[in-house]
């Protein structure tokens, strides 16, 4: 089912080495082009063009896209008294966790009278995203919300797909844990039409453009969010979700298996690769992987995750080796199932996962850390959803007449080399008169 890739005894480059396991760039590439479609129509033809992509996406016609109060409340009420406590223990581990994210505000002393503030503040309007399509995300509700409010965010948008078994509401799964977090806006819309009408507003809708749009989602999802960026903030782009497992000798095949289909199951372009020193772990693996594979509900689904040329099983000659692939690579989740696992050597990953008492699984839901992780190599360059990104770093500047004058004639003397002499007269007209 998964393929093998030997790269013992070859030298290669980081470009050489991430060629070696392609991501689907064909799909990538054609889901640009079509979310960025959808997204102009949401900005010309608003809910119109929300209703029909609803029919012809989801299956949904006549449905509130805006989700009246009294479906939250039903939702909440009819919440399993199970998952309403797994959703609260979530909700107090990221909670804590985000938390740690919030930067106090820092003040810089260069001189008697002259003051740099440096303060982090929320951004006014979000629009969050939580998915619906092949699975049910309320974790992903906990994941969205928790961060933003948090960072002190005023106002929040949720959107997720309508439900054809649910008449067209958002499953009542994800409206219960929205209204168990205290969300009242929330938009029954999936997909790049729902990022593009959180960008542009949709006016029919009392749907304010929001500042910032962020969450999980297919390959259409992260290409809208390219759409619209520069129009509004967005988080990393995170479309079908990849798991590399570092492993040696001393690790357990049947949780390495396990842990590779658990990322498979989400969806057929889902990345799931083994890099390994060990030819015997590896056989062991494969051998793990086919009854399991075969056995779990989304059978079909895992199957055709692991057949693509996005998956693969890869043989290296040793945990230098191993990294150097890990670092090309950069993937949303990295399990390091290592005797000495080094996770300090591994820089280049959403979210790292150091040893077998701490699968991916963990981290989707209660490890405290956040499940929105950036995909398609952006771990290179870019983080995954925290406080953080609903905060703008802004800088205060307070010097008086005696701390300016320390600075005066570098200030004129820097103006004049840049052939802006108003930037210096600018200085020169508060020691005048």
Avoid: C
Avoid at 26 to 47: F, S
Avoid at 323 to 346: I, K
Avoid at 371 to 379: C, S, Y
Wanted: no cysteine; glycine share 8%.
């Amino acid at each position: 089912m998964l393929r093998t890739i030997d790269l013992r005894g070859r030298t290669l480059s980081p470009a050489e080495l991430l060629a070696t396991v392609p991501r689907a760039v064909a799909a990538r590439e054609e889901a640009l082009a079509t979310a960025a479609r959808i997204v102009d129509d949401v900005a010309v033809r608003g809910e119109t063009a929300l209703r029909e992509q609803a029919e012809k996406f989801d299956g949904a016609t006549g449905h509130d896209i805006r989700v009246p109060a009294a479906h939250l409340d039903e939702a909440l009420t009819a919440l399993d008294p199970a998952v309403r406590a797994a959703l609260e223990a979530a909700i107090a581990r990221v909670r804590q966790a985000s938390a740690a994210q919030v930067p106090a505000p820092t003040v810089t002393d260069l001189g008697p009278g002259a003051r740099v503030t440096q303060r982090w503040q929320p951004v006014r309007r979000v629009g969050l995203y939580v998915p619906g399509g092949k699975a049910v995300y309320p974790s992903s509700v906990v994941m969205n919300v928790v961060p933003a409010q948090v960072a002190g965010v005023s106002e929040i948008a949720l959107a997720s797909p309508p439900q054809r078994e649910f008449g067209g509401r958002v499953h009542p799964v994800i409206l219960g844990a929205a209204r168990l977090l205290g969300v009242t806006e929330v938009y029954a819309m999936g997909g790049a039409g729902a990022i593009g009408a959180l960008a542009h507003g949709v006016a029919s809708l009392g749907l304010e453009p929001v500042d910032v749009v962020t969450g999980p989602g297919n390959n259409f999802v992260a290409a809208a969010k390219r759409a619209v960026a520069g129009l509004v903030g967005t988080d990393s782009e995170a479309g079908a979700t990849e798991i590399l497992v570092v492993a040696d000798d001393s690790a357990d095949a049947r949780l390495v298996a396990a842990d590779l289909i658990s990322q498979a199951e989400h969806d057929e372009q889902a990345s799931a690769v083994l890099v390994t020193t060990s030819e015997r772990l590896a056989d062991d693996v494969r051998a793990a992987i086919a009854p399991r594979a075969a056995a779990t509900r989304h059978a079909e689904r895992v199957a055709a995750a692991l057949a693509g040329p996005q998956s693969a099983i890869v043989l290296v000659d040793d945990l230098a080796a191993a990294t150097r692939f890990s670092n090309a690579y950069a993937p949303e989740h990295l399990e390091l199932h290592l005797a000495d696992p080094r996770p300090e050597e591994f820089v280049h990953a959403g979210a790292v996962f150091v040893g077998p008492d701490s699968p991916v699984s963990l981290g989707d839901y209660l490890a405290g850390s956040n499940h929105v992780l950036p995909t398609g190599g952006q771990a290179r360059y870019a983080a995954g959803l925290s406080a953080a990104t609903f905060l703008r770093p802004q800088q205060v500047i307070e010097y008086d007449r005696d701390a300016l004058a320390v600075v005066r004639d570098a200030i004129v003397t820097l103006a004049e080399a840049e052939a802006l002499p108003a930037h210096g007269e600018a200085i020169t007209a508060r020691f005048q008169g």
